[in-house]
């Protein structure tokens, strides 16, 4: 397994990808195809890619996984990030008072079925907290709460702690947040 920063030459990779598993943390009685959420588009991975952060798992060249981290500015173009963006002053967070500028969002995050369970999930996160500790000290994100199998990597892998809990769009969310730097602990 090889991790690494994703590259101009993977973006029809990731798209393809983004759109086949978009609704993998959906109950299969409720992929209707109108989730919302991340629906990435080849330009907006192109964009993440050249002044964002997306990281890349491959076995034989594959791309097996990948997690991405954002500024807001990127982020905000969609209702639910702003949303976020409005919670920030409101959040309790014992460790600092999260901004626009000191946080980016974290995620989506996504593992092909059949390689789960090998420590992927925990090189690409590893592999982002570092990438992003050079910019900011700190990256936040939802989950869904029926999305209890990514709730309990998230929690027990990668230690995020939760700092609210919101509903959007008749969904409910946690929101957790992770320190990029052994520093900001």
């Not at 907290?129 to 989950?143: D, G, R």
Request: aromatic share 12%; hydrophobic share 40%; charged share 20%.
């Amino acid at each position: 397994m090889k991790i690494r920063r994703a590259n101009i030459s993977d973006v029809t990779a990731l798209a393809a990808l983004e759109q086949l598993h978009l609704q993998d943390e959906l109950a299969a009685d409720k992929r209707d195809n109108s989730f919302e959420g991340q629906s990435f588009s080849a330009a907006d991975f192109t964009t993440l890619i050249n002044q964002h952060w997306v990281i890349v798992a491959e076995v034989d060249t594959t791309i097996v996984g990948y997690v991405i981290a954002g500024k807001w500015s990127f982020f905000k173009q969609w209702p639910i990030y702003r949303n976020l963006l409005n919670r920030l002053p409101k959040l309790d967070y014992e460790r600092a008072r999260l901004t626009e500028n000191n946080c980016c969002q974290y995620g989506p995050i996504w593992i092909a079925s059949q390689h789960r369970g090998q420590g992927i999930f925990e090189a690409l996160v590893g592999f982002l907290k570092k990438q992003v500790s050079n910019e900011l000290p700190y990256m936040l994100t939802f989950i869904a709460e029926d999305n209890q199998g990514s709730f309990a990597a998230h929690t027990r892998k990668a230690d995020m702690q939760v700092v609210d809990y919101i509903s959007f769009d008749g969904r409910d969310y946690y929101l957790l947040v992770l320190p990029t730097s052994e520093s900001f602990f």
